[in-house]
């Protein structure tokens, strides 16, 4: 069975420069999550789909970050216009339940970005 | 912001020996998870433990959870190289929507 998938794994720009992240769940898993990991921190919840609806975006900056989850399938992550501060790793990831069920969470390998 | 707490922030031992993580946490919860993360890589599920359990095991884990201290700790017996990664607790908390909420991490480094 395959993986969650991201894509690019590594992406660097220059600041105000626009940036788009892919992931693609595992199949059959309803629940997708953004996580975005800064260096030497554990992962902050950006946005958290159940299909196709964004049932969580409370800690999505949303002035220049948009989120999108077509067909309640893949999903795409946009910074635009990027800042010094967006270099971090971005984790997308999904569960087949809930995580305060009995939802595992399983991740991509991330997106790394870095803003210049 | 993280709801838990991991300690220590580093931990280095020899191969074969046992290591201990600690995580603490601020509210009540549902459940409380432990993931592992090599580097430069994806987080991957260890051990889910529920509020109304005590102990759970998995292979060379073991996990423990009290709720009156709110904290839980991570064991790994007979340590391997390949256990050298980073050791995260995730909380899902009582009344905030099953939202898992991260700590900082334990850095563990097993030495061959």
């Known amino acids: 069975e395959a993986g969650v998938v991201q894509s690019p794994r590594y992406k660097i720009i220059e600041k105000k420069q626009p940036v788009a992240f892919w992931c693609n769940p595992i199949?059959?898993?309803?629940?997708l999550y953004w996580y975005r990991q800064n260096l030497g921190q554990g992962p902050e919840l950006l946005i958290r789909?159940?299909?196709?609806?964004?049932?969580?975006d409370s800690q999505l900056p949303k002035d220049r970050f948009s989120a999108e989850r077509l067909k309640g399938v893949d999903s795409t992550l946009k910074i635009q216009p990027a800042e010094l501060g967006d270099s971090a790793v971005y984790l997308c990831?999904?569960?087949?339940?809930?995580?305060?069920?009995?939802?595992?969470?399983?991740f991509g390998e991330g997106s790394r970005l870095t803003v210049l | 912001s993280q709801q838990g707490e991991e300690d220590p922030q580093a931990l280095s031992i020899q191969e074969g020996e046992n290591a201990t993580m600690n995580c603490s946490y601020k509210?009540?919860?549902?459940?409380l998870q432990w993931y592992r993360q090599n580097s430069g890589r994806g987080l991957v599920h260890l051990i889910l433990?529920?509020?109304?359990?005590r102990e759970k095991h998995s292979g060379r884990l073991r996990v423990t959870l009290d709720t009156s201290k709110k904290s839980s700790s991570l064991l790994i017996t007979a340590s391997r190289a390949a256990d050298t990664a980073s050791y995260f607790c995730?909380?899902?908390?009582?009344?905030?929507?099953?939202?898992?909420?991260f700590g900082a991490g334990t850095i563990l480094r097993v030495k061959s």
């Open positions: 509210t009540s919860i549902n459940n």
């Open positions: 789909y159940e299909n196709e609806e964004a049932v969580d």
């Open positions: 199949s059959g898993h309803n629940t």
């Open positions: 990831a999904s569960s087949l339940e809930l995580a305060g069920g009995n939802g595992e969470l399983f």
């Open positions: 433990i529920r509020s109304n359990e």
């Open positions: 995730a909380t899902d908390r009582l009344g905030y929507g099953n939202k898992l909420v």
